[in-house]
């Protein structure tokens, strides 16, 4: 179950950083992380009050995993932006640019620090007010 469309992602959400051919399959991969996240509490249907919540949360899940796709993959139009240096040498001069799925790395926890933890941050702050991230018993 996809938790937000492209109508929704574009109108409501606001959003324009995903080509809507591509929509679906980021909204996917964020769908099946906020299910593995909510322990599939969401699965059979989102309680009325939540569904802005749990839209929001999808479509910000589907601009970072969109974002981090195109830029490990080397396609999409930010792939070749130049994110930052990562080293410089100046005998015989060389200089190494960070890729940008290293930026969102290092955007966190230090460079140690992935996609992962990004899309928790993320999740955290659209669904943590709501019970749904809740590992105890009910």
Known sequence: MNYANYSYYSGNYGGSMIPEEQFDYCSARASEYIDQQTYDRLVNDVPEELINKVSSCCCELAEDIYRFSTASSGNGSNSGAVSGI??????????????????????????????????????????????????GVE
């Open 86 to 135: 990562a080293s410089e040498k100046i005998g015989q001069y060389s200089i190494t640019y960070r890729s940008a799925a290293e930026n969102i790395s290092a955007m966190l926890n230090g460079s140690g620090a992935g996609l992962l933890d990004l899309l928790y941050s993320v999740i955290c702050k659209h669904l943590g007010s709501t019970g749904l991230l809740y590992r």
